[in-house]
C-alpha cells in the first residue's frame, strides 16, 4: 500500500513464496548488496545509493525498463513493473520500512547491522537450550 496506494501482492516490492508441502514460507527482497550487480549492470546509473540510510534505490527518471537489473540479481530482489515500466525494488521506506511496522507476528524486523550478529547468537542460544531440553526433558 506505501509504494503504490494498493493492496496487491504481486505489485509488493517484497515477496513471499510460499512452499505448499512444507507449509514453508520464504521471504525475498533486496538484500542491498556491498557489491550490488543491479547497480554494476545498469547502463543508464539508475541505481543509486541513498546517502542518508545507503540503501539502494532506483531513480525512476533514470529508468529505462530495460530488466537487466532483473536478470543479473542473484536474489531476485528486483522485478520491472509493466505498469510502470520501471524497476521496483525495496528501498528501506527511506529508512522507516512499512513492512516491519505493520508485522503483526514480528516476523519482519528492521534493525542495524551491526545487531545482527548478537540476535544471531542470541537465537543460536534459544535454540541450543530448547534442544538440551528436549534432549534431557529438563533434568539435570
Ligand atoms: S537488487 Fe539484487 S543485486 Fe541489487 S542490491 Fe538488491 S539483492 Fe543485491
Ligand atoms: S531496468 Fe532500470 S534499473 Fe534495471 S538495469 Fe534497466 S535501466 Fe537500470
Not at 29 to 44: A, E, I, L, T
Not at 48 to 69: R, S
Not at 100 to 105: D, G, P, T, Y
Request: proline letters at 5%; a positive charge; one cysteine or more.
Amino acid at each position: 500500500v506505501k509504494k503504490r496506494g494498493i493492496v496487491d501482492p504481486a505489485k509488493s516490492y517484497i515477496h513471499v513464496i510460499k512452499y505448499e508441502r512444507k507449509g514453508a514460507f520464504f521471504p525475498i527482497s533486496c538484500m542491498q548488496c556491498r557489491k550490488p550487480v543491479c547497480r554494476d549492470v545498469c547502463p543508464v546509473g539508475a541505481i543509486e545509493e541513498n546517502p542518508t540510510t545507503g540503501a539502494l534505490v532506483v531513480n525512476n527518471d533514470k529508468c529505462l525498463g530495460c530488466k537487466l537489473c532483473n536478470f543479473a540479481c542473484p536474489f531476485g530482489g528486483i522485478v520491472v513493473d509493466y505498469v510502470l515500466g520501471i524497476a521496483t525494488k525495496c528501498d528501506l521506506c527511506g529508512g522507516e520500512p512499512a513492512c516491519a511496522k505493520v508485522c503483526s507476528r514480528d516476523c519482519i524486523k528492521f534493525i542495524d547491522v551491526d545487531k545482527i550478529s548478537a540476535e544471531l547468537k542470541r537465537k543460536g542460544i534459544r535454540q541450543l537450550a530448547k534442544l538440551e531440553w528436549l534432549i534431557t526433558g529438563g533434568e539435570k
